[in-house]
């Protein structure tokens, strides 16, 4: 599928990707076109893209990699590998994306690996998932993980978030109908993130104390950071920092 999707900027390619139930104009605070060629995707089921099984990750990665090789081959965007930042629900995208499909590095914002521990929540939520109460559930469980992002900020991205039940359902159908089994050598696939891609993990919110130690066995190279204060959306919090870091990191 090609996605959805806007161009900014100038310099090495790199690819945007949001969290779930948002779109590409979440990434708006984040001006990234001073220093890279900027491609910002709705994911398939998002924003203006088209709604349209299956929404695996893997798929939703051919999508971006898909887009990306149709915008070079019109000349719109660099050749070469891209950059692929990921919030959310996205830095599973981009990380698949980098284990799938040639990356220049990879950079996925506050989005744990380790998905045991959802999958027990998510389960534990199915009646709600699947019913009336899909809505409730969604924005309930992001207004648990804003922090201590600013007000404003939060009824911006709350603004546009338009959560779809069977899209949702979808994308986490691994978590709901796989075992704890399936679900980890999902995840074994998805993070073979070869050791000559630089991978950075910028963490907001607290993932648990031996998430970065099962992290750093999963994927060696990874660089991890922690941010302050506390919020699912320390992208937001300060776009500038996460502008310099990016460019430091990746440019």
């Not at 924003?47 to 695996?56: F, L, N, R, T, V």
Request: proline share 9%.
């Amino acid at each position: 599928m090609i996605l959805a999707h806007d161009v900014s900027g100038s310099g090495p390619l790199l690819v945007l990707v949001h969290g779930i139930t948002e779109d590409r104009r979440s990434w708006d605070p984040v001006d990234l076109s001073g220093s890279f060629t900027v491609v910002r995707v709705d994911v398939r089921g998002h924003g203006d893209s088209e709604a349209a099984e299956p929404y695996d990750i893997p798929t939703l990665a051919t999508d971006i990699h898909d887009t990306v090789a149709q915008l070079q081959e019109k000349g719109a965007v660099p050749d070469g590998p891209p950059i692929v930042v990921g919030h959310s629900m996205g830095g599973i995208v981009a990380t698949a994306y980098g284990a799938l499909f040639p990356a220049r590095a990879v950079v996925n914002v506050d989005q744990p690996l380790h998905l045991a521990g959802m999958q027990q929540q998510i389960q534990q939520a199915e009646g709600m998932l699947r019913g009336e109460q899909f809505p409730l559930f969604i924005h309930g469980m992001f207004a648990q993980m804003a922090g201590e992002l600013d007000p404003g900020e939060v009824e911006r991205v709350n603004a546009l978030r338009a959560p779809k039940q069977d899209v949702v359902l979808g994308m986490w159908s691994p978590l709901l109908d796989g075992s704890p089994e399936e679900l980890a050598g999902l995840v074994d696939r998805l993070t073979r993130v070869p050791a000559d891609v630089p991978y950075l993990v910028i963490t907001g919110l607290d993932a648990g104390p031996e998430y970065a130690a099962w992290l750093q066995q999963i994927i060696p190279h990874t660089v991890h950071e922690v941010w302050q204060p506390p919020t699912h959306y320390p992208h937001l919090v300060d776009p500038a920092r996460f502008v310099a870091r990016v460019d430091a990191f990746a440019g």
